[in-house]
């Protein structure tokens, strides 16, 4: 169960490389929204399933000293 006072930073995804735009949203304001992830593995997740767009990342679940996050990796074969 999510806490009512969370708090989520709005993320903006393109090309699959994710960056904070600096807007934090309760969890009321964000609510209804399908780009709402608690983690950055369901955030990775939604960025393959969806694409690329705004999605909301829970506050603690940025990791420190990060200021963007590559959310795709292309498949490199083995040789």
């Given at each position: 169960?999510?806490?009512t ?6 993320v ?7 960056e904070r ?14 780009g ?8 990775s ?7 690329d ?5 829970a ?14 990796m ?6």
């Amino acid at each position: 169960m999510v806490p009512t006072h969370q708090q989520f930073d709005e993320v903006r995804v393109f090309e699959g490389i994710g960056e904070r735009t600096g807007n934090t949203c309760d969890r009321s304001t964000v609510r209804r929204s399908k780009g709402v992830c608690k983690t950055v593995s369901e955030l990775s997740r939604k960025v393959r399933n969806q694409g690329d767009g705004t999605f909301y990342l829970a506050v603690a679940a940025w990791p420190e000293n990060t200021v963007r996050l590559v959310l795709t990796m292309k498949w490199i074969t083995m040789g």
